[in-house]
């Protein structure tokens, strides 16, 4: 078998498997980049070498910025704009959402952003008495036309950049995308705001994710804490000026209050020694906290004047958790009273129910039983990781939801603000912004290491990192310049706009069934290989590719966030057409007329 029919073969199977969907996408990447090393295309080290292509690494770099956007509360700030601008309005709602998405995902990827926008949409539908249906789809493809406003929008930009450079055309700069982005979103806004109502069904799905944003407010009345939290406030000369914050800062066993947290005068969290003006919370009955205040000299708070409940409870620096003891657990029989730490001292006990009812002070904790606790965010995702109690809501989830510019926003947004300027300025190559971006993310405590793995999503870094190669296999056999020669006898006496029609098609069908990513691996080789036959630059025709990447519309599985949104939106496979078709001409026709304006033949 000659090496051309080795590598078809391998790319057949690939995407059989692809469509098969049987195999996880990592394993059938993984597989395909071994075939390559046992016909003998590519030696180990070739066949592994995508795995420190500098574009892999900066993709993964990106995912961890991006997860310290949402871990300081920007993408929730987001949420908040689009609550507040998109008013009862159905068309503006429409161009709010996705021209958010569509920056948003430019940003930090589309499923990231997907993700941080899909419960606020799914809510502001329900309060506007409209379907989900009829926003969830725009609102994702808003984020496929974001994704090439700018490099760091999409893996498939990453590589068109890095192929363009390798082909001589010079590469692609970071806002460069963005003079055919900008003209795909307007697009897929109008035709979104003009059809979408009328395409789309009007359905509400299953499985619809929670509305946290006001689940403090839910919790401060559940379990009765409005009246239960006293404000004082720290005098001159208290005993209290200069101390530590911290659990054991006023709990005395005559008094029976506890401390719960600090504030500033100004109402902020007060992470530094106390000082006069200050306020402290405390928990425990008016007796105990009028006692406490006269031995300590604090003034109680007058209602006017200090924070609401819910901002005390909920901020940058700490949250609150709703918990279940379930049987067997090792907190069975332990007596437990609101105001208590956790034996670890870093979580405060507000209250304690069953079936509803407080507890008294002191009562034995039995299964069922729950337990609201409040403490840094660190230590809720710490803590509660343990086996013993059941968590009702994740704190990680409310965070994300509810606590915009949170603590470490101004640092994320410095350290974005510093990434694109080495990226637009061409200062440093693009992995080394990325990994310089994600270490000071992780250095600043922005996220832990673990949390910075967990962000990378590792099925796309393994299927950039092992299809590479395949590129590297197609131009040394000369499968690349097969194709490149048939389609270029088969379009070419049309011109080179010809060309890029056929390039769209292929790149654009290829995507409806497997990745985009994987796609563009195999369609960039031969796109480069069309050019040089004609004598042209590549690059409009990489560019092309990149936006036929992009118009993955016509069904549920060509990208994760179109099947993120089946399920809330109650769509069927066929409803992705009908307003994807639409979609896909638009970016027929930005590929074909206008990319070739911008970068010349």
């Known amino acids: 078998m000659s090496e051309i029919a080795i590598v078809f ?6 995407i059989g498997l692809f469509v098969w969907d049987r195999l996880p996408v990592p ?12 016909s003998g295309l590519l030696d180990l080290r070739e066949s592994l070498a995508g795995f420190g292509d500098p574009a892999v690494v900066f993709v993964a770099a990106l995912f961890v910025v991006g997860a310290g956007m949402e871990a300081v509360g920007l993408t929730a700030w987001m949420g908040q704009v689009l609550i507040a601008r998109a008013g009862d309005s159905r068309a503006r709602l429409v161009v709010w959402m996705m021209v958010l998405c569509g920056g948003l995902g430019a940003l930090i990827t589309i499923n990231g952003a997907v993700a941080a926008l899909l419960p606020v949409v799914v809510v502001l539908a329900i309060r506007l008495g409209r379907s989900p249906g009829k926003l969830l789809m725009p609102l994702v493809f808003g984020a496929h036309a974001g994704s090439m406003l700018l490099l760091t929008g999409t893996p498939v930009n990453v590589l068109v950049a890095e192929a363009s450079a390798n082909a001589g055309a010079g590469g692609v700069g970071y806002f460069e995308f963005a003079l055919v982005g900008v003209p795909l979103l307007i697009g897929t806004v109008v035709i979104a705001v003009l059809f979408g109502d009328r395409l789309l069904p009007d359905r509400t799905g299953r ?23 006293t404000h004082l406030r720290v005098r001159e000369g208290s005993a209290l000026v200069g101390e530590v914050a911290s659990a054991g800062l006023v709990e005395t066993e005559e008094d029976g209050a506890r401390f719960v947290l600090a504030l500033r005068s100004d109402g902020s969290p007060r992470r530094e020694p106390l000082a006069a003006g200050d306020w402290i919370v405390v928990n425990g009955p008016p007796e105990a906290v009028a006692a406490l205040a006269a031995r ?11 924070p609401a409940v819910e901002d005390t409870l909920l901020n940058r ?11 067997r657990s090792a907190l069975v029989g332990e007596r437990v009273s609101p105001g208590m730490t956790t034996p670890s001292g870093d979580l405060v006990v507000l209250a304690c129910h069953r079936g509803g009812v407080p507890l008294a002070p002191l009562t034995e904790i039995a299964p069922g039983d729950t337990v609201l606790l409040r403490g840094t965010w660190q230590a809720l995702e710490k803590r509660l990781a343990a086996p013993g109690v059941l968590v009702v809501d994740s704190p990680e989830l409310l965070r994300r939801q509810a606590v915009a510019m949170g603590l470490g926003a101004w640092e994320m947004v410095a350290i974005l603000g510093i990434m694109v300027v080495l990226l637009a300025s061409g200062a440093v190559p693009p992995a080394v912004a990325g990994l310089l971006a994600a270490g000071a993310v992780v250095l600043l405590g922005i996220l832990d290491m ?9 099925t796309t870094v393994i299927l950039m990192g092992a299809l590479m190669p395949l590129a590297t296999a197609m131009e040394r056999s000369g499968a690349a310049h097969l194709m490149a020669d048939w389609i270029v006898q088969t379009l070419g006496g049309f011109g080179p706009r010809a060309l890029i029609a056929g390039l769209f098609v292929l790149t654009a069908l290829l995507g409806q069934v ?45 990208t994760a966030v179109n099947l993120m949104v089946m399920e809330p939106g109650g769509y069927r496979f066929g409803d992705y057409w009908k307003l994807g078709l639409p979609m896909m001409l638009w970016f027929f026709v930005v590929a074909v007329a206008l990319t070739p304006l911008i970068w010349r033949f």
Do not use: K
Not at 207 to 229: F, I, M, W
Not at 296 to 306: F, H, I, K
């Open 9 to 14: 073969s391998i790319i057949g199977a690939m």
């Open 27 to 38: 394993v059938v990447c993984l597989a395909a980049s071994l075939a390559l090393w046992a």
């Open 207 to 229: 499985n619809l994710p929670p509305d946290l944003s006001r689940h403090v407010t839910t919790l401060v009345e559940h379990y009765r804490l409005r009246g239960a939290l």
């Open 296 to 306: 300590l000299s604090l003034a109680v708070s007058e209602e006017a004047g200090r």
């Open 317 to 327: 620096d700490a949250g609150l958790a709703e918990v279940v003891i379930p049987p």
């Open 450 to 458: 673990d949390a910075a793995y967990r962000a990378i999503n590792w």
């Open 514 to 558: 497997i990745s985009n990513t994987a796609t563009a691996v195999i369609v960039i080789p031969i796109a480069v290989s069309a050019a040089a036959g004609m004598g042209v630059s590549p690059q409009p025709f990489l560019m092309s590719v990149g936006v036929a990447a992009a118009a993955a519309f016509l069904t549920p599985v060509s």
